[in-house]
């Protein structure tokens, strides 16, 4: 295979649409993890999506930095994911390169601070943080995504976010450059962070500090998170978490449940019986199913409360 890439000719023989990019990545081509025609629903936690044109999961930060580099040389469409656990792909697929994050994943403990890369994941995050006596992060430990989605989204749940915790950011930005941002930079607002204004800007590794606390107390405070998890959420379906964004003065769980919603289904998507704040995979659900039911419970609980429900979800492809 890797001799077609260089001849610019796919294993068909047929014209490759990138044979600059494949170029460019010659020397960490092993390395970089490349798929063509790559199905997405295996990439992301709602088990839906098209496929993408050429994915890639370079398998250290060398290989994953001349991957993005030459995509961005080459001008190619570029989506960067962690777990695609916030994420819902068009049927369609996602043309140019996606680029995942998962394998850069390292994390170092230095005294209260914790470097993670952009791959590794919240719940490695939270393990870090314990293994050495610190505290703040027990809330991660049940978020299924990577600390780059994360710090993207300024993930949260229960007592914490991860503004909270940030110290800086490296990043690159646009035009290839490694640039670094402290916390009051990244603009953290409630699901939200600068980084959501600048899709182009790659986060690569982020500091975080934390206190020192008992042990027992922080393992105590991660299994009851993780009970109440067990409790209420519906994690034996595929979906991205929640679906909707809390709107202010209420609960989007409440509202969809009161506006009669909840089982509601479309295709092979549902209402989750357990938490009307989930839309979940049923089986075989496509994204058209999904993003469909997603505007009728907006429509629903605009026409029956005046609320209007945003959605957490990010909607890749075309």
């Known amino acids: 295979m890797l001799y077609?890439?260089?001849?610019?000719?796919?294993?068909?023989?047929e014209k490759m649409k990138y044979p600059?990019?494949?170029?460019?990545?010659?020397?960490?081509?092993?390395t970089a993890g490349i798929i063509e025609n790559e199905p997405m629903c295996k990439h992301t936690t709602f088990q839906v999506g098209g496929n993408a044109e050429i994915f890639a999961k370079p398998r250290n930060i060398g290989a994953f930095m001349t991957v993005l580099q030459a995509a961005k040389e080459c001008q190619m469409p570029l989506t960067v994911i962690g777990r695609g656990s916030n994420l819902l792909v068009s049927d369609n697929g996602i043309k140019g390169l996606v680029l995942c994050t998962c394998g850069i994943s390292g994390i170092k403990v230095e005294g209260s601070r914790?470097?993670?890369?952009a791959g590794a994941t919240m719940a490695q995050l939270a393990r870090a943080a314990y293994n050495s006596g610190l505290t703040g992060a027990e809330f991660a430990a049940g978020i299924p995504g990577t600390v780059g989605g994360g710090v993207f989204m300024n993930a949260g749940a229960y007592d914490g976010q991860l503004s909270d915790l940030v110290v800086q950011s490296v990043f690159m930005d646009e035009e290839g450059n490694s640039r670094r941002i402290t916390n009051i930079e990244h603009r953290f607002a409630y699901r939200n962070s600068i980084f959501k204004h600048h899709p182009d800007w790659i986060i690569i590794q982020t500091e975080f500090v934390l206190k020192p606390a008992n042990q027992q107390d922080i393992k105590d405070k991660m299994d009851d998170f993780a009970q109440r998890r067990r409790n209420k959420q519906p994690l034996?379906?595929?979906s991205a978490g929640s679906t909707f964004k809390r709107p202010q003065g209420h609960f989007a769980g409440k509202l969809i449940e009161d506006a009669g919603l909840k089982g509601a289904r479309m295709g092979g998507a549902m209402v989750s019986e357990k938490h009307a704040g989930f839309v979940v995979n049923i089986g075989n659900a496509t994204c058209q199913d999904v993003a469909g039911l997603i505007g009728h419970i907006?429509?629903?609980?605009?026409?029956?409360?005046?609320?209007?429900?945003?959605?957490?979800v990010r909607i890749l492809g075309d």
């Open 236 to 238: 034996n379906y595929p």
């Open 298 to 312: 907006q429509q629903t609980v605009k026409n029956q409360f005046n609320v209007e429900l945003e959605c957490e």
């Open 20 to 30: 600059l990019f494949f170029e460019k990545i010659k020397s960490v081509y092993e």
């Open 4 to 13: 077609y890439k260089l001849k610019n000719y796919d294993s068909n023989g």
């Open 114 to 117: 914790i470097i993670a890369d």
